[in-house]
């Protein structure tokens, strides 16, 4: 029963926490913010769990756990509502458009404005005229609820995995602990498929569907201005997590322990990272009802003795790496497919969903299956997990040859003329055929021209009149598009060209396979972590572990990563209250390369820490034998002395009936 709701609770975290990463984009639009804001929205969960792990992970070893998950449950629950509040707080979304002026006339807009030439800035922008409510409004205040609710999130998960595994594992005979181990963590890799999908699902509703007359919308989901039903999403998964708390309440403390507890006969190679020590001894058991304080006195000394071991340091020097790495692109993934093979986010987050995430789980669960059935020890566990990272990341460096061009944009990516040219400069938007218009540089409403150009605006297009509504609006006349001056554009991108369209299965195919092998060596790799780990320490080795990735990791990485990402922006949006908002376009070839190259650099450096780590594994596990071997002689004689002594007992009691037999039967017994 505890494995079903333990599964239940790892599938609403994972749920919610990826479908936090399939909104990023969508965050970033509506409030207007860059891709390093939203990376410290995203590991603001860990800021949660760093308040809370280490006192979580000790203390609630020895109290009632399953009650502690409950609570930690019913807080995600709360904090995923807080982040869906501002959609009911704010106004209606407004992206930008350059024919807003014009939202009340009766007739079809001139993109050109040939008569506003007195009106324009000397950064060649048209004066910003405030949108109604700017004075009230306070994007600020809107993203910052969706941070505290993340903080709640946080909060809220930290006793679920560190109080959960220790319970299976104290509770679970232990050959059976590595496979319960390894379905709760397939399920919690089950869980961002439906997340990812329920993010696909919610990016193609618009976000103010049922307030909004969708005819008058000009925008389709695969605009970088489109923004989806982010904060429907979240109410969802409120829910499932909310539903999730419930199993626990009727758990009890502690469950009938199936296998008797032996520690003295682990072997060698099954040995922990932590030797025995008079600081470790069970003095408080899971039925006792002990004082804080009592608890308190032994948590310094306790820790430095799980510090003090050098293995465990390098395991956690490895992992933090390597989680840098891979939070990293995991958050950003969505993102680099938009933006790189030119997807809809709703497609992106489907293709996660279905194709990606299920690779992980597989490999994850087979994984956990591979080491029952070769009965791995802590040295085999170890070569792989190491041996499948290895594989992963040879495979992961061809993605740096699966490669789109730059969408073509006139004055942003090539010249006017068509000639390739990447400009972060506003004046190259401006040339001889737009000159006769008066046009915003700050604008962002994509025409695709009859000559396969994208333009920034209509405006800079070149085009003196229009025709049609909503997204069937076609612009004529657009003297940039063609000598003569009379060719047209349509709202919207250009279509990108097929050979990025043949790149891009080749693209998903790689991440499935990468993705399988990778995650193979996850639950071997976890199982290293509590291998043979005295039951009072259990919880603390997993806590302090979280504790020290999400502090190194989950919140470094997404922010990091996301203000690396920021410097490849060539054109950002404008926000309606005016200001920098969001980014529109990326350099293509600069974010692949610093997207995948952060990626893969933070996987070499963790590669060669396992070296020295390796070499310290196998000089514990060699002196771990040798005093094995010694235990065991001492042993071995003590037993030998106490079977002479019963046996001489004997010869005694029976030596008047059968004197030469017994003597003979005793030594031969002997």
């Not at 000598?483 to 693209?507: E, I, L």
């Amino acid at each position: 029963m505890f494995l079903v709701a333990l599964s239940f609770a790892y599938f609403a975290k994972a749920l919610s926490g990826s479908y936090m990463k399939s909104t990023i984009t969508q965050l970033e639009r509506r409030f207007d913010i860059p891709s390093y804001l939203i990376g410290v929205i995203d590991g603001s969960f860990e800021i949660g769990n760093l308040l809370v792990i280490a006192f979580v992970s000790y203390f609630g070893a020895k109290l009632h756990r399953p009650k502690i998950i409950a609570v930690g449950c019913v807080l995600m629950s709360i904090g995923t509502f807080i982040i869906a509040l501002p959609h009911f707080i704010i106004g209606r979304y407004e992206f930008e458009t350059s024919v807003r002026w014009v939202v009340n006339s009766t007739l079809n807009p001139s993109p050109c404005r040939p008569d506003s030439l007195a009106n324009l800035t000397e950064d060649g922008t048209l004066p910003q005229v405030p949108a109604s409510g700017c004075e009230g409004e306070s994007n600020l205040s809107m993203w910052i609820y969706v941070l505290l609710g993340n903080v709640l999130r946080g909060i809220g998960e930290t006793p679920v995995q560190p109080l959960g595994i220790s319970y299976i594992d104290d509770f679970a005979t232990e050959e059976n602990a590595a496979l319960y181990v390894g379905c709760v963590q397939t399920i919690s890799v089950v869980g961002p498929v439906f997340g990812y999908l329920l993010g696909s699902l919610c990016a193609k509703i618009y976000v103010d569907i049922g307030f909004v007359k969708m005819e008058t919308i000009t925008i389709t989901p695969s605009d970088s201005r489109w923004v989806g039903a982010w904060w429907l999403g979240y109410l969802i998964a409120g829910v499932i997590t909310l539903l999730s708390a419930i199993p626990f309440w009727f758990l009890p403390r502690s469950l009938p322990v199936s296998r008797p507890e032996v520690p003295e006969k682990c072997t060698p190679e099954q040995t922990s990272f932590i030797k025995g020590s008079p600081l470790l001894k069970h003095k408080y058991s899971a039925d006792e009802h002990t004082s804080f304080i009592e608890m308190a006195k032994d948590f310094i000394p306790t820790l430095r003795t799980l510090l003090a071991h050098p293995v465990y340091l390098v395991y956690l020097c490895v992992t933090i790496i390597q989680l840098n790495s891979l939070i990293g692109m995991v958050t950003y993934k969505p993102k680099y497919i938009e933006q790189h093979f030119r997807q809809s986010a709703s497609k992106a987050n489907f293709l996660m969903g279905v194709i990606n995430i299920p690779a992980v789980a597989l490999g994850m669960f087979s994984g956990g299956l591979l080491m029952k059935r070769l009965k791995l020890n802590i040295m085999g566990a170890a070569k792989f997990a190491f041996g499948t990272s290895l594989i992963g990341y040879i495979l992961s460096l061809f993605f740096f040859a699966m490669s789109c061009e730059n969408a073509k944009v006139a004055g942003v990516t090539l010249s006017y003329d068509n000639i390739e040219k990447i400009s972060y400069d506003k004046h190259p938007l401006f040339t001889d055929c737009n000159s006769k218009c008066v046009c915003s540089s700050s604008d962002w409403d994509p025409v695709c021209g009859e000559n396969g150009i994208t333009y920034v605006s209509p405006c800079l297009a070149g085009c003196t009149t229009s025709a049609g509504s909503g997204k069937n609006t076609v612009f004529s006349n657009c003297s940039c598009v063609g000598v003569a001056g009379n060719y047209t554009a349509s709202t919207g991108h250009c279509p990108q060209k097929d050979d990025c369209d043949r790149m891009f299965p080749y693209f998903l195919a790689l991440s499935v396979i990468t993705s399988f092998i990778i995650s193979l060596g996850g639950t071997p790799g976890y199982m290293l972590l509590i291998r043979c780990i005295k039951p009072q320490l259990k919880s603390l080795a997993l806590g302090f572990h979280a504790l020290a990735t999400r502090t190194l990791a989950g919140i470094p990485a997404p922010i990091y990563f996301g203000a690396i990402i920021d410097t490849t922006c060539l054109k950002w949006g404008q926000k309606r209250c005016g200001g920098i908002g969001a980014c529109r376009i990326y350099n293509t070839t600069a974010y692949r390369i610093a997207y995948l190259g952060l990626t893969l650099s933070l996987r070499t450096i963790s590669f060669i820490i396992c070296i020295p780590g390796f070499i310290l594994l196998s000089r514990q596990l060699k002196e771990e034998e040798r005093s094995a071997i010694h235990g065991a002689l001492r042993n071995g004689g003590t037993e030998l002395e106490v079977l002479r002594k019963e046996e001489l007992v004997i010869s005694n009691s029976d030596q008047p009936h059968h004197p030469s037999e017994n003597s003979t039967d005793r030594q031969t017994r002997l």
